[in-house]
């Protein structure tokens, strides 16, 4: 940047100034190219793959969101890290999707993808079977067949 007037030793001064505020944007720029470089390691840390999911796709849902629908059932500790499978029924977003969720979870059906994960099927010769519900009150639940035992 050139000053151009009749009287060089009037802008001198502004020379200086603008040699001045130069290296200090250099300065600058590099200071910050090594701040995003520290933050970008420790970013990318943590950071993981994501999956890529399709509408159909059998899912697990993290109960971390869930706690307090599940307050009298279990203590925590011993409440399931993740409940389903559940179908994904939309991709909202590459970072969301809407899930087929049952009457009984009261959330948003549209959830964040760090919230499921992908559902993996029984190992074989392992059994789960589903119990039938039975609806109360508009709140489905299981029907006791017996008490085993009693402490």
Not at 44 to 52: A, F, H, L, S, Y
Request: charged share 40%; net charge positive; glycine share 4%.
């Amino acid at each position: 940047m050139e000053f151009k007037g009749k009287k060089k030793r009037k802008y001198k001064r502004a020379k200086k100034f603008i040699k001045k505020i130069k290296e200090i944007q250099e300065e600058t720029r590099a200071a910050l190219g090594k701040v995003q470089e520290k933050i970008k390691k420790y970013v990318d840390r943590k950071r993981r793959e994501v999956n890529d999911y399709k509408v159909g796709d059998l899912v697990m849902l993290s109960t971390k969101d869930l706690k307090y629908q599940m307050v009298g059932r279990r203590t925590e500790k011993l409440m399931e890290r993740f409940v389903g499978p559940y179908k994904v029924k939309k991709i909202v977003s590459s970072n969301t999707v809407e899930l087929e969720l049952p009457d009984t979870i009261q959330i948003h059906l549209v959830v964040n993808v760090s919230r499921i994960c992908r559902y993996v099927g029984q190992v074989e010769g392992q059994k789960k079977e589903q119990l039938a519900l039975v609806i109360i009150d508009r709140e489905k639940e299981w029907e006791v067949e017996k008490i085993l035992n009693k402490w």
